[in-house]
């Protein structure tokens, strides 16, 4: 599959290939850093299999989704906590 | 090898942490032991409300006398302790529910605790996640709520700070009538008087107590800081309480400092085991998002359970036991035993050191229940 | 069903190489199967991609076997808890719904040992097995310099996967001495496919530079990792890099099994020789009966599919296989033995639990993992205590206690088991 898909990344339009997961188009828009930990330090995804919760993101308004196991959708509207 | 001490607790929960501060600040030569850390038993389990409840006059007296001494107690509170005077927002759904609202707030009001009475525009404004057409509630500012497990440390750092010893990992298996304690081990401690503040697990150590096990439900999500600002509780919850033989379940959902969501509770007898019951689950949750609709989307972080300490008159146990006046008991807190810990303590140590308490402590007295 | 409800004969928690064996061998044997697993694919971690681009010819051959088998698939769907037994509650894009089971098998796979140490919470620093199935769904690396660090042959793995896709790896250390992967090497005569695989990893590696008897000490960098310094307990290096890529070797996901009140032995899940826990009717394979490996997880899978059909004649033909394999599975625990200096690498302010921010110094005011979490509330946050349980039993020796449900988070409304609307009036 080499279409693109087009997302929202913090309200920022933009492309990816289809099939990535959320947490690639995150690093591939230039962030890795996707939220806070409890005392404010810069935290990303660690294990890439959705045990350790690092890489979670908000996903069409849906908190706390695993970004590291879900394909990135046409319209998709990405936030992080960063 | 026995050592002497003037009391002996058996428990270190808050209720055996608090006398335990009380009576070394006191004078008295403490010591406190438990088989598993402290407040691991109910007091972890629980929500850490700190609450006002009027059921009855005696329950109304302790814990609005124990919520001002935590009032008293919060600016000394460690950050992990996470007291937060968030208040209680009692919600009522119909006109029932209502008049109990206005019944509450003239019997509050008249006994000095501060309330306010909301109309149902009121309570959307104060809570927005409140599903639409709630008649109204009562809105009780001075309530808060704290992390129990960590108070309960903290009562025990100041009572050692006065001199307490604290063991634990040891269990206690009797207590004797002329004072003192026996241990797992068949070891002895000799003691003054000995205090059997383990909760639930009471009649394990005063067989024949009219303490039973009333099983509780809890869920807590992630962080959802400002999803709501009180303590939220139905006021059906005081049927659910009130219900002496029937599991039953009443929406009552916790903001922590941190911002995860305590929800609950259910209340269940002859649920000895710590399982999640999922049909209790099932309609605790139900009746949750019956009144807060958007909870459903959160994320569940746990599940667990425990149990409370139940009386039939639903007051504690505090004072001699009437089986042998070295034995005493600070037990039977049932869903109050944060709150009213403290007024346990104080009252508790008042008794033994022969001062005057400042509420009665005559309804609590274990020697009602003397057969 | 009516009810939302899904039934089957036999239900697969795990879609990787064990889960997908005993799926096609319970099938092929007859029964209705249906595999849950919480990725949209199937292969779980380490044929991760494999579906649409086989790297590996085993894991084309399994998906085609698979494809034909007949047993249905639910992907997305995460195992919350056993309300009862013979039924699973699961959530599938954020709705629940419960699977009804006669025989269930846990092939919940493995997940990487992060041991923590000065700076390894900075983004950038990932799990190598994280960092792989991460660049096989689009993770970019090209360009980027990448440390690779920790122990066990996905090191090789991923630092193969990271040169393919144009990444500059700089080094791969690995804890374990030269001679013990040696021997480990060798060993692996018995098992053609994985010499093959190993001297073919390390023909493409030529030109990276290899450490064995090596470790990271810390991480450093501003929001980011920015450089490694790594030890070999003589001398130290200092490695500017993107990414560090570093974990410990694979502990087993024993959640699911330990709710379901399952025996463990020696930290693993307890089974026979037919692959079955302690739990009538319910059965375990791969990753959490033991670490070893893809070819290891198929042989098991196999068995407790068939074994869960009751067809106990095929299961046993593969005895004398999964023996080899456990030969291997021991091998593979030996050579890549975590040496004690790595519970050092945590200094007292060293986060351990990353959900809830508790340095090692607080923890090591407690004296076991109960205490710890009820007083630091280390292992009370998101990850339920998978990545500081972990972490914490090797440093400390704290062993976890049972579990609470759900499994894994999940949604408040997936909690619920019944459609029926209201919350009903008394119950008994």
């Known amino acids: ?82 | 090898m026995s050592e002497a001490f003037d009391i002996v607790i058996a428990g270190a929960g808050i209720v055996g942490a608090a006398c335990a501060r009380e009576c070394a600040a006191g004078g008295l030569k403490v010591l406190v032991l438990d088989q598993g850390p402290v407040g691991g038993g109910t007091t972890g389990a629980g929500m850490g409300h700190l609450v006002v409840m009027d059921d009855s006059e005696a329950q109304f007296s302790l814990t609005s006398y124990s919520r001002s001494l935590w009032h008293q107690l919060a600016p000394e509170l460690p950050p992990d302790v996470e007291y937060e005077q968030c208040g209680t927002l009692w919600v009522a759904a119909d006109d029932e529910e209502m008049s109990e609202v206005s019944r509450k707030q003239e019997h509050y009001a008249q006994r000095g605790v501060r309330v306010e009475v909301l109309d149902g525009a009121a309570v959307a404004k104060a809570e927005p996640n409140l599903r639409a057409g709630l008649r109204g509630g009562l809105r009780v500012p001075e309530d808060a709520v704290l992390y129990p497990p960590c108070a309960a440390r903290f009562l025990l750092d100041r009572a050692r700070e006065q001199g307490a010893v604290v063991r634990t990992g040891l269990s206690v298996t009797q207590l004797l009538p002329e004072g003192g304690v026996v241990l797992a081990d068949d070891s002895r401690i000799s003691a003054g008087i000995s205090v059997n503040a383990t909760g639930p697990w009471s009649p394990g150590l005063n067989p024949g107590l009219p303490v039973r096990k009333r099983k509780g439900h809890l869920v807590i999500t992630d962080r959802y800081p400002a999803f709501v600002h009180h303590q939220i509780v139905e006021l059906g919850y005081l049927k659910s309480a009130h219900a002496v033989s029937q599991d039953s379940v009443a929406f009552n959902i916790q903001p922590r400092k941190n911002g995860q969501l305590l929800i609950g509770s259910s209340r269940q007898f002859d649920a000895e085991g710590t399982e999640v019951n999922q049909g209790i689950l099932d309609r605790m949750l139900k009746r949750a998002l019956e009144y807060l609709p958007s909870l459903r989307a959160l994320s569940a972080i746990r599940v667990w359970t425990g149990h409370r300490a139940a009386t039939p008159d639903k007051l504690p146990l505090i004072g001699p036991s009437y089986s042998s006046n070295r034995i005493w008991l600070a037990s039977g807190h049932e869903g109050l035993g944060i709150t009213t810990s403290l007024g346990t303590g104080r009252l508790l140590a008042d008794m033994l050191l022969n001062r005057k308490s400042a509420i009665p402590p005559d309804p609590y007295l274990p020697g009602r229940f003397a057969p | 069903m009516a009810d939302g409800s899904i039934s089957c004969e036999v239900a697969v928690v795990g879609g990787g190489p064990a889960g997908l064996a005993a799926a096609c061998t319970a099938a092929e044997s007859g029964r209705r199967v249906v595999l849950l697993d919480e990725s949209p694919w199937l292969g779980g971690q380490i044929w991760r991609g494999e579906q649409n681009a086989a790297a590996h010819p085993h894991a084309s051959a399994w998906f085609a076997r698979f494809d034909r088998s007949g047993a249905k698939v639910l992907a997305r769907s995460t195992v919350i808890s056993s309300p009862a037994p013979g039924s699973l509650l699961a959530e599938q894009d954020g709705e629940g719904f419960q699977v009804k089971w006669d025989r269930l098998i846990l092939a919940t796979g493995a997940r990487e040992l992060f041991l923590p140490f000065p700076g390894w919470t900075l983004p950038g620093v990932m799990g190598p097995g994280g960092l792989q199935s991460l660049i096989k769904n689009g993770w970019p690396v090209s360009g980027q310099r990448v440390v690779v660090a920790g122990s066990g042959p996905l090191l090789l793995a991923v630092a193969d996967t990271l040169r393919k896709h144009g990444a500059n790896v700089r080094m791969i250390a690995e804890q374990a001495s030269w001679s013990s992967v040696i021997r480990f090497g060798l060993g692996l005569a018995a098992h053609t496919s994985k010499l093959l695989q190993a001297a073919l990893l390390k023909l493409r590696l030529l030109g990276i530079q290899n450490r064995y008897g090596a470790w990271p000490v810390s991480a450093e960098g501003k929001d980011r990792i920015q450089m490694v310094t790594l030890t070999d307990g003589a001398g130290t290096w200092k490695l500017d890099c993107d990414l560090l890529a570093c974990g410990f070797g694979l502990v087993p996901n024993l959640e699911l099994a330990m709710a379901l009140g399952c025996e463990l032995k020696d930290g693993f899940v307890r089974v026979n020789d037919l692959q079955a826990t302690s739990i009538p009717n319910v059965f375990c394979a791969g990753e959490p009966t033991g670490i070893g490996g893809a070819d290891c997880a198929l042989v098991e899978g196999q068995i407790a599919g068939y074994a869960s059909a009751e067809f106990k004649a095929q299961a046993e033909r593969l005895f004398a296989k999964r023996r080899s394999w456990h030969t291997f599975r021991t091998a593979l625990a030996e050579a890549f033995a975590l040496r004690p200096v790595l519970k050092n690498l945590a200094t007292n302010e060293t986060i351990i639990c990353r959900c809830e921010d508790v340095s090692l110094g607080r923890l090591r005011q407690c004296t076991h993992w109960r205490e710890a979490k009820l007083h630091s509330r280390c292992g009370m946050g998101a990850c339920q205590g998978r990545v500081c349980g972990a972490a914490a039993k090797f440093i400390l020796g704290w062993e976890p206690e049972s579990i609470r449900p759900p499994v894994l988070p999940a949604r408040v409304g997936s909690l619920i088991s019944s459609r029926s609307e209201k919350s009903g009036g008394h119950f008994r």
């Not at chain 1, 690092?54 to 046409?74: D, K, M, Y």
């Open chain 1, 1 to 82: 599959m080499n279409n693109a898909v087009q997302i929202t990344i913090n309200g920022r339009p933009v492309s990816v290939p289809a099939g990535i997961v959320v947490a690639a188009a995150l690093a591939r828009s230039g962030t890795i850093q996707f939220r806070s930990s409890i005392t404010g330090q810069p935290r990303g995804p660690l294990c890439g299999m959705g045990i350790c919760m690092e890489c979670r993101a908000t996903i069409n308004g849906q908190t706390n989704c695993r970004s590291c196991l879900i394909v990135c959708e046409e319209g998709m509207e990405i936030r992080t906590y960063g």
